[in-house]
């Protein structure tokens, strides 16, 4: 059964850093693209980051620059590492990942971005 738990969100300040992990199990992130999707609230949910393999892409341009997407191998993880965070940035997070035939979602972690 494949699980994909994300972690890391709270509440951070204008302007400030946090790093989102999603760990997986029954399904191996070295070699199965993986998504970072954002919604906030009353918006639809957009892509916001992909790795696959060595690849990584990063949208929209509002996060370009800002936000980059990694990967631990031995811990089965990928990162997003998100900076200079502004309160458009607040929304739920969710990690995605894809096998044969399947879609994969973790459960969401919320960040909020607020003085």
């Known amino acids: 059964q494949v699980q994909l738990v994300e972690s890391g969100g709270g509440l951070v300040r204008p302007g400030g850093s946090m790093r989102l992990s999603c760990t997986a199990s029954g399904i191996s992130f070295s070699i199965s693209p993986v998504d970072w999707y954002r919604q906030a609230p009353g918006k639809q949910r957009e892509l916001v980051a992909r790795?696959?393999?060595?690849?990584?892409?990063i949208w929209p341009n509002s996060v370009q620059g800002r936000f980059t997407i990694s990967r631990d191998n031995a811990k089965n993880t990928v990162y997003l590492q998100m900076n200079s965070l502004s309160v458009e940035d607040t929304a739920v997070y969710y990690c995605?990942?894809?096998?044969?035939?399947?879609?994969?979602w973790g459960q969401g972690t919320q960040v909020t971005v607020s003085s």
């Open positions: 790795i696959i393999g060595d690849v990584t892409t």
């Open positions: 995605h990942s894809r096998g044969a035939d399947s879609d994969y």
